[in-house]
């Protein structure tokens, strides 16, 4: 089935620490988001890629960094630079309207 | 730019109750309108969508009509069960801006209580 895979579900990081969340889709979608959840903030965008090799800040990129080498695979890290990581991370891929969201990484700083 | 807002939760319903979550928009042109729905520590999932004016989407009970004269997308249902209870997101895609990017609403928690 086609899908799209966010790995860990859960992660721990150190304060100064950088840390990756992996996303991975097979629906052959060109474009993928990642978002930002926190509670009573609804979805805040970080960053967004159209197509392999170019992606756009969005909303809330500071401390966030992306990559989009393969039309699969869109991970996110984030940096120290981050000044408050902890939140619920949520990516997704779209044709054109349709979007499929995956199902989420819980990032904890300890 | 562009924004929704949606009624603040939470909201605390006792099951077989009416449902009313508010939402109304802000933006140019004519929007495609979305509501999600997240359950617990899952993503989200597209519950219905109305893409012109006076359009009605509707999915698993679950409705909304697009009012373009009120600028609104208020999610109804006749009558909530306990496997309902969820975060409800309203949400709007404005074509020609060269992406299909979402922009949402903060979220509205329901729970439904037996």
């Known amino acids: 089935d086609g899908g799209i895979t966010q790995s860990p579900k859960y992660l721990f990081r150190k304060e100064g620490q950088n840390v990756t969340l992996s996303c991975e889709q097979n629906l052959n979608h060109d474009a993928m988001y990642w978002y930002r959840q926190d509670p009573g903030q609804g979805l805040r965008l970080i960053y967004y890629s159209q197509i392999v090799n170019d992606f756009q800040k969005g909303d809330i990129a500071e401390g966030y960094s992306v990559s989009r080498e393969k039309k699969e695979s869109f991970p996110l890290t984030v940096t120290s630079a981050q000044k408050n990581p902890t939140a619920f991370y949520l990516c997704a891929s779209s044709i054109a309207e349709s979007y499929t969201f995956g199902s989420g990484t819980r990032l904890t700083v300890v | 730019g562009n924004s929704v807002t949606q009624m603040e939760g939470p909201v605390t319903l006792s099951e077989e109750a009416f449902l009313t979550i508010n939402c109304t928009y802000t933006a140019t042109g004519y929007p495609s309108l979305f509501w999600y729905v997240q359950y617990p520590g899952e993503g989200l999932q597209l519950l219905l969508k109305?893409?012109?004016?006076?359009d009605k989407g509707s999915n698993k009970g679950f409705e909304a009509t697009y009012r373009k004269e009120t600028t609104s997308f208020h999610l109804e249902k006749g009558s909530v069960q306990v496997s309902d209870s969820a975060v409800y997101f309203c949400?709007?895609?404005?074509?020609?801006?060269?992406?299909?990017?979402?922009?949402f609403g903060k979220g509205t928690k329901l729970s439904v209580i037996p």
């Open positions: 109305a893409t012109k004016a006076d």
């Open positions: 949400a709007l895609i404005r074509p020609g801006a060269g992406s299909y990017q979402l922009t």
